[in-house]
T-cell receptor, first 116, second 113 residues
Framework: DAGVIQSPRHEVTEMGQEVTLRCKPI?????LFWYRQTMMRGLELLIY????????DSGMPEDRFSAKMPNASFSTLKIQPSEPRDSAVYFC??????????????FGPGTRLTVL | GEDVEQSLFLSVREGDSSVINCTYT??????LYWYKQEPGAGLQLLTY?????DMKQDQRLTVLLNKKDKHLSLRIADTQTGDSAIYFC?????????????FGPGTRLSVLP
């Protein structure tokens, strides 16, 4: 397996534009997570899905952020409209659900978003 | 509440041992993890320890867990320049449906030649 795939790797956009980040989890993994990493706030969990269903979105900063998982192999994180303070590295991670197991999270390479 | 704390920076000389410390708050955590993030990359699992263990050794890595004090440490023996990275401590909380991984802020390890 190629691991968790994210696209694009880098995104530069202007304030007010819509941004869509994409993630393909590892095949067979039941859980998918979206994180945001900044110098100021570190790594923050935004939302996670179980079997394509959003379970906890309490980390989503505001209504400008939305995430979907239309099927087991694809998820999107959308920001509309984008603002400069959204500039960060966004990570997608997936994990299999093995009862009693460590359930390691496998991270993608991240998307570096810059909003001008 | 859930909180994982780490010191933010650590510098060591090549060949010395590095010890990265972490404290966590959720006493019900079943697993505790150390992840490594190299520049421009995502986090990668380095090692983990089950909560009923005190110590785990894996080649140059030694993980110590003190459940009473909720303290976790990672020791890297014979630290190399390739070990320079950010190291994240994480706990798997059984709250929030049991899939909430709580990460610390990360410790940036710099290895000096």
């Amino acid at each position: 397996d190629a691991g968790v795939i994210q696209s694009p790797r880098h995104e530069v956009t202007e304030m007010g534009q819509e941004v869509t980040l994409r993630c393909k989890p590892i095949s067979g993994h039941d859980y998918l997570f979206w994180y945001r990493q900044t110098m100021m706030r570190g790594l923050e969990l935004l939302i996670y899905f179980n079997n394509n269903v959003p379970i906890d979105d309490s980390g989503m900063p505001e209504d400008r952020f939305s995430a979907k998982m239309p099927n087991a192999s694809f998820s999107t994180l959308k920001i509309q409209p984008s603002e400069p303070r959204d500039s960060a590295v966004y990570f997608c991670a997936s994990t299999p659900m093995v009862a009693g197991g460590p359930n390691e999270q496998f991270f993608g390479p991240g998307t570096r978003l810059t909003v001008l | 509440g859930e909180d994982v704390e780490q010191s933010l920076f650590l510098s060591v000389r090549e060949g010395d041992s590095s010890v990265i410390n972490c404290t966590y708050t959720d006493s019900s955590s079943t697993y505790l993890y150390w992840y490594k993030q190299e520049p421009g990359a995502g986090l990668q699992l380095l090692t983990y320890i089950f909560s009923n263990m005190d110590m785990k050794q894996d080649q140059r890595l030694t993980v110590l867990l003190n459940k009473k004090d909720k303290h976790l440490s990672l020791r890297i023996a014979d630290t190399q320049t390739g070990d320079s990275a950010i190291y994240f401590c994480a706990e798997k909380s059984i709250r929030n449906y049991g899939q909430n991984f709580v990460f610390g802020p990360g410790t940036r390890l710099s290895v000096l030649p």
